[in-house]
T-cell receptor, first 113, second 109 residues
Framework: EAGVTQFPSHSVIEKGQTVTLRCDPISGHDNLYWYRRVMGKEIKFLLHFVKESKQDESGMPNNRFLAERTGGTYSTLKVQPAELEDSGVYFC???????????FGPGTRLTVT | QKEVEQDPGPLSVPEGAIVSLNCTYSNSAFQYFMWYRQYSRKGPELLMYTYSSGNKEDGRFTAQVDKSSKYISLFIRDSQPSDSATYLCAMDSSYKLIFGSGTRLLVRP
């Protein structure tokens, strides 16, 4: 069974540009999460989808971040316009149902210069 | 004050040692407790998952949860160089995970 995949693995963009990160969850997992780890800090929750609906987006830093999950399958996270403080590693995780066992992807390392 | 506290290490031990990793937390509502292992430039890999208080064993790994003390532990027996990684504790809060900052472990051959 394929795990959670993320694309790209690394992205370097200039301040003010737009970047779109993609996550493909484990097949059949209705729950999809985005997390972020910025330098020197712990991994922090951004938002949670159940199928195509946003269940909780309390962790989204501001309105420059837009997440979508088309048809309840893959998800995209767009940052527009990117700022220096957006640099970090963005992780996606998926879970079948219930509580707890979230499986993480390898992450996308975003560098904003 | 952070909801989850974890000593960042690094923790360096010789091969074969028993390793003890710990986290404390402040929110008594947490019910699910997880340990993830993360190798450099990789995503967190779920190691252990425990509900409420008690012990859970899986091979060389044992997870303990003491809800009365708000303290969780991960023990690694017969540690191997391949166990060298960052270990993250995480707790489930309303379907989202709250992570500790991670402890770097180095197992010396």
């Amino acid at each position: 069974e394929a795990g959670v995949t993320q694309f790209p693995s690394h992205s370097v963009i200039e301040k003010g540009q737009t970047v779109t990160l993609r996550c493909d969850p484990i097949s059949g997992h209705d729950n999809l999460y985005w997390y972020r780890r910025v330098m020197g800090k712990e991994i922090k929750f951004l938002l949670h989808f159940v199928k195509e609906s946003k269940q909780d987006e309390s962790g989204m830093p501001n309105n420059r971040f837009l997440a979508e999950r088309t048809g309840g399958t893959y998800s995209t996270l767009k940052v527009q316009p990117a700022e220096l403080e957006d640099s970090g590693v963005y992780f996606c995780a998926s879970m079948y149902s219930g509580l707890g066992e979230q499986y993480f992807g390898p992450g996308t390392r975003l560098t904003v210069t | 004050q952070k909801e989850v506290e974890q000593d960042p290490g690094p923790l360096s031990v010789p091969e074969g040692a028993i390793v003890s990793l710990n986290c404390t937390y402040s929110n008594s509502a947490f019910q699910y407790f997880m340990w993830y292992r993360q190798y450099s430039r990789k995503g967190p890999e779920l190691l252990m998952y425990t509900y409420s208080s008690g012990n859970k064993e899986d091979g060389r790994f044992t997870a303990q949860v003491d809800k009365s003390s708000k303290y969780i532990s991960l023990f690694i027996r017969d540690s191997q160089p391949s166990d060298s990684a960052t270990y993250l504790c995480a707790m489930d809060s309303s379907y989202k995970l709250i992570f500790g900052s991670g402890t770097r472990l180095l197992v010396r051959p």
